[in-house]
């Protein structure tokens, strides 16, 4: 399976679970997610989404430039494009409010982060290492939705078990 097709079904799998987050999101709203919460659902639909622009944009650069070059410029966006996202999500987390960063134990944060690290590392290696850039990248966008499924992993294991 070429990286092409890799970035195709990660996009459909993204596609689905960004669904399946509205569907959980709509069924917990008599429930109400905590607080807390919000910054973990924020994780999951900005990933979803990401991973879905990410997987898509290698196949429509594909028509307009040649492989090389296409590759070289998708994996420039995904770490000019992933940079920001971290210090936002940093920001967030830093910002939120003492009682709720209280009632989460800072366990519950660090697979997240070192997914996405991970995933931003990705990126740089492809552009440090041209000959593994295809790979990192797929690897990259796979991490970032491996990132958005732990974020519901962690809402779902603190609310019901």
Known sequence: MDALSQLGLL???AATYSGFIAVFTVLARDGKFAA???H???AMVLGTIGVITMALMPPVLSLMMPRPQMWFW???FGLAGG???LIYQVWQ???M???EKRSIPVGWHVPGWGLGILALVAFAAGMYFPVLREGMYVAAVSLML???VWCFIAIVFRRFF
Request: glycine letters at 0%.
């Open 93 to 95: 987390q830093v910002t």
């Open 74 to 76: 998708a994996t420039a």
């Open 40 to 42: 973990f659902v924020q």
């Open 146 to 148: 491996a990132t958005a």
């Open 97 to 99: 409010p003492d009682e």
């Open 11 to 13: 996009a459909s799998i």
């Open 83 to 85: 940079l920001p996202s």
């Open 36 to 38: 807390a919460d919000a």
